[in-house]
């Protein structure tokens, strides 16, 4: 079961609209900044909040309730899967290219694997600090309220 999330605007849904002006956007469908997108279709908002696969992300879709001048946007993140299902001798052929495509990258991820181990015995021994990677959590935050001035409830 997805986590739910509930973010607060300060002002109505069309405030909230107005302030997207201020980003580039594409036929005032989708909003890009930093590595975020907001898309507006039919009505409803969708925030990209981390790409996944080819083509494929994570986006936080809400439910959009306007209360007192204020706005909540309360939902959850979910995998936007691009690839559709496909059927009969196309799968098959998709299936053995898969197999193929496996063959040929078991030996190249084995040689990575080994490089990243050393990686992390020569970074133990020198004590060098990684840096965090940011969750999608973080990044949901980061977007909701340092970009779009949105307030945790």
């Not at 201020?22 to 409803?44: A, R, T």
């Not at 196309?90 to 694997?113: A, F, Q």
């Amino acid at each position: 079961m997805s986590k739910s999330y509930s973010f607060e605007f300060l002002g109505t849904k069309e405030m909230f609209l107005n302030q997207l002006d201020k980003y580039p956007n594409n036929n005032q469908k989708f909003f890009y900044f930093d590595d975020y997108i907001v898309e507006l279709s039919n009505g409803d908002i969708r925030f990209g909040v981390a790409r996944g696969g080819h083509s494929g992300g994570y986006w936080f879709v809400p439910t959009i309730t306007e209360i007192d001048g204020k706005t909540t946007f309360c939902g959850t993140i979910e995998y936007n899967d691009p690839y559709t299902s496909e059927k009969g001798i196309k799968k098959i052929v998709n299936k053995i290219e898969k197999v193929l495509l496996w063959i040929i990258l078991i030996p190249i991820i084995i040689i990575v694997k080994v490089y990243l181990f050393f990686s992390w015995v020569v970074r133990k021994l020198f004590k060098r600090i990684k840096p965090k990677e940011e969750s999608l959590e973080d990044r949901l935050y980061n977007l909701m309220e340092n970009h779009l001035g949105c307030k945790r409830q």
